[in-house]
């Protein structure tokens, strides 16, 4: 028998320390290759690190709790056969034994992507965990990813929370179009109604599941259920401690000085505009019907995700990053999307956005709900993005000034669509309108292409059609 030292590695992202959260074997079990020993916290995500080595686990050096830095010596197994030493990642992580950072990036990816737990709708009963903001949970469905190994500048991806700056331009005027019809009557018992009235859910885009076309309470249930989650159903006692002190460390800490190193060095310009948004609201209702679409997620947060890529393409200076020496445009999306955690905000982002489909942006949009639902978000998903939406309409906002992702010159904010009075060919009517607010590196976005870009992402929204051209 030999012994094999397991130390702390470093996952692929350069991180200097993390937390030993929680321990997943004890001295004396039997492990196997790729069995996780430990979860760690680093400044970025919860990660699951398995083992190298087949054998016995002797003694725990670490424990729970604590913060300790890379190739720190953790556990030791007692192995029959020799192992390396493991000072370097893991052997369930071969290749970034040797590969550069930007590949042993996705190579953390891809196995992430692997390891993901994809589960049905949540039980009633359970406690929500992660969600993208405005992009609730979903049934189980597959991921199919295109790659490509674009030069990305890495960069911290953590989206701290919104100050407000004065715009220094205002949007274009917005294009002119004819209206639509609203949606039909549809099908509901008066308690599903009453229910749907309780809930703050709008039945005319509900997807009906009944034997007759009719909506169900689940149907109301699942609609309602994506907000439910930030909305405060109770009130809590006062606790019996005066104070309570949370440790700065992990996400909140990085959040902490990314939202300090974002505010601090890139000057923030702020615009918004007020959209009709009843097509899309329309164009939603219908994919959530159509059979291509079948058990996946679909929000007006994936009309947003395909508006922003439109117009990327036609304004790339929004997807840049600004550096001492030189602007560095990036002629593809790595999309970031904000998603709340109970352990703080995060922003993974989606890889090569702009090669994918509508349903593959579904697909992906919802297994970043699930992966970060689940806690199985890695720091390689979290980096490299290149442009961020944070959609605050699920917390019932209008709008706000996000601050920008560090290394980003663009992020995009979706307020909430609700009815309101809207003028049509000189009638007032009800439409469905949202506010789109932004923030650009001034820096490397001048107004006139702050302007046109949000004008652009506006008129998707107003008018999803123009996705056709």
Known sequence: MSLSKFTLPDVGEGLTEAEIVSWKVAPGDTVEINQVLVEIETAKSLVELPSPYVGVVGEILVDEGTTVDVGTLIITIESGVDAPQ???PPAAFPELQAAPSAARAEVVEATADAQATISDEKPADEKPGAMLVGHGSSA???TRRKRHNPQAVAHETMSPPPVHTEPAVAAEPLPVLPPKESVGPVIAKPPIRKLAKDLGV????VT???????ITRDDVVREANQASVFRNIQTPEWPQSREERIPVKGVRK???????SSAFTAPHVSLFVDVDATRTMEFVKRLKTSTDFAGVKV?????MAKAMIWAVRRNPTVNSTFTDEEIIIRHYVNLGIAAATPRGLIVPNIKEAQDMSLLE???SLEQLTITARDGKTQPAQMSNGTITITNIGVFGMDTGTPILNSGEAGIVALG???QKPWVVDGEVRARYVTTIGASFDHRVVDGDVASRFLADVASIIEEPALLLE
């Open 86 to 88: 493991a000072a370097t």
């Open 140 to 142: 189980t469905m597959a």
């Open 202 to 205: 709008d039945l005319s885009f």
């Open 208 to 214: 009906p599941t009944g034997p007759i076309g009719d």
């Open 254 to 260: 990085a959040i902490a000085q990314a939202m300090v």
């Open 299 to 303: 929000s007006p947060l994936l009309i």
């Open 361 to 363: 942006l579904a697909r």
């Open 416 to 418: 909430t669509i609700k």
